[in-house]
């Protein structure tokens, strides 16, 4: 949206941590009241930092690490209650590595 658009709004950003769990698809509650259009996450295991970033109209986590993106996977879309995260096979590559916390921003 253009700085110059007068009907423009202002961002609604929320942030939170949650524990990961190793499950596909774990509802992770934004506290917006509409979709994020983006999720921000963010780990340090073992003195190594990951993101990870969501879309809201698409339905996959991206993997980052310091050498770049290391992947996309499937998880379920983002809608105005909760994102998800896990696809249930590759826990720290989709962020929801067991006992591991995660924080998170979500911007709508």
């Known amino acids: 949206m253009p700085l110059d658009n007068p009907t423009a709004k202002g961002a609604a950003i929320t942030s939170g941590n949650y524990t990961g769990d190793n499950a596909a698809n774990k509802a992770i ?11 921000l996450i963010v780990n340090n295991t073992q003195g190594q930092i990951y993101w990870y970033r969501i ?6 986590i991206t993997f980052i690490t310091a050498t770049g ?10 809608n105005s209650t909760n994102f998800y995260v896990g696809d249930g ?15 998170w921003i979500a911007i709508a």
């Open 55 to 60: 879309f809201g109209a698409i339905a996959k």
């Open 29 to 39: 509650a934004h506290g917006l009241t509409e979709t994020p259009k983006i999720v």
């Open 89 to 103: 096979v590759n826990h720290m590559n989709s962020a929801n590595l067991l006992n591991e916390v995660f924080y």
């Open 69 to 78: 993106v290391n992947g996309f996977y499937a998880v379920t879309i983002a």
